[in-house]
Structures are given as C-alpha cells and as structure tokens.
C-alpha cells in the first residue's frame, strides 16, 4: 500500500508500506528531484545540445520525468526518455501527488494521458518528447539501446540492497554511451567503488536537503 505524505518543501511522496520508505526525499521531494536529476544530470548533460536520451532506473511516481519534459519543451531539446518500473503505480494515484502544480498545465496532461499507454509501448506526447515505461525489474531489463544519462533512482540500499550490488551497478553502467553521465541521490564507498571499476570518472557533489553529498559520474570516452 502507498500512502500520501507531506515534505519538508511543501510537495507530496508516497510511502510505500512494502519496502518501508518514501519515493522521495521527506526533506522534499521536488527540491530532491530537481537538484539530482535535472541540475546534476539533465542540465549538465544536455548543454549545447538539441537531443538527450534518458534512461530512469526507478520511474515511480514520474516526478523526475515531468520535470525532465518541462526542462527539454521549454529548451528545444528532443527527449527519448525510458523509464523501469516493476510496479507501476495506478494513474489516480499519481495523480494524488498534485505534481501537476509544478509543471504548465499541458506538460502534466501529455503525461497523465499517455502514462497508461507508454506502460505498453513507447508514446510521442509532443514532437519532442517520447516516453516508454518498461514494466519489468531492472535485472531482467535487456535493450541494445545506450544512453546518454541513467538516473538512478531505486529506493536506499538498507530497503533494496540487490538494487545496489555491484553486478546491478554494472548493468546499468553498461546502458550508457561513450561520455555518458550517471546520477544518483546515494553516495558510498561500494557505490564509488562498482561504479569507477565500469570505467567512470567519478565527482561528489553536494547532495539535496537531508544529504551531504551525491555522486555523478561520467563514462570514458574512449
């Protein structure tokens, strides 16, 4: 069961009562997703470019989509975003979070509308946007696809350790491009670790409200 609840910056999360923890940050969703994945990822990612692929790790309550599509609609860049999810949440309860009222109006009506349908099979909201929501786990996700950025979002490693074991890490690592970057709210010793060994460069950056640091790092172009 997933329950509402307030954060510190006046957003919505959801607790999911299953794994015992928030889908966001309880210091604040929205400044937690803006800081990690779009100012640390997307933003720095896409500078001076008019494409980006995404891939998220962890789609949840689509919070750091909207904000990713708001970001590329509003700076002309063509977005293919894919997202795993292994239990999708149902659009009403989406719809509960009232993340509608970070976005224009038509960015959260492309999404709730299509959210159904790119469950199934990729969806063009817009002529920029595309997006395609996998319902399957991470460790059973193939594509011969790469990309340009991972977020990586899975719930903390005391609540889903096996989301953040080396060979997990690995394959993630492994669905980026050439100078791809990888974010991630979490910050360890293992995670630095299994993350250098796949050929990273990595950075520690200052982490969102409630977090000390967070990691990005950037895949060997050669």
Not at 16 to 31: D, P, R
Not at 42 to 61: C, D, P, Q, Y
Not at 148 to 177: G, R
Not at 179 to 186: H, K, Q, W
Request: hydrophobic share 35%; proline share 4%.
């Amino acid at each position: 069961m997933n329950i509402i609840t307030l954060t510190a910056d006046g957003s919505n999360t959801l607790y999911n009562e299953t794994i015992g923890e928030h889908y966001h940050s309880k210091h604040g969703a929205l400044q937690e997703s803006k800081h990690v994945f779009i100012d640390a990822g997307l933003k720095f990612a896409s500078a001076n470019r008019s494409e980006i692929s995404i891939l998220e790790v962890g789609f949840g309550t689509g919070l750091n989509f909207i904000l990713s599509f708001e970001y590329c609609e509003a700076n002309n860049i063509n977005l293919n975003y894919t997202s795993i999810e292994a239990f999708p949440l149902t659009s009403g309860l989406i719809e509960q979070t009232a993340y509608s009222a970070y976005v224009p109006e038509a960015i959260w009506s492309g999404f709730i509308t299509n959210y159904p349908n790119a469950l199934k099979a990729p969806q063009k909201l817009t002529p920029l946007c595309t997006l395609e929501i996998k319902h399957t786990t991470f460790a059973e996700y193939k594509n011969e696809q790469k990309f340009d950025v991972i977020y990586y979002d899975a719930f903390s490693v005391q609540h889903q350790p096996e989301m953040w074991s080396d060979e997990i890490i690995a394959h993630a690592c492994n669905f980026l491009k050439r100078g791809g970057t990888f974010v991630t709210y979490a910050i360890t010793g293992k995670l630095k670790r299994a993350v250098k060994a796949c050929g990273f460069t990595i950075e520690k950056l200052p982490g969102a409200p409630g977090k000390r640091e967070m990691l990005r790092a950037t895949k060997a172009e050669g």
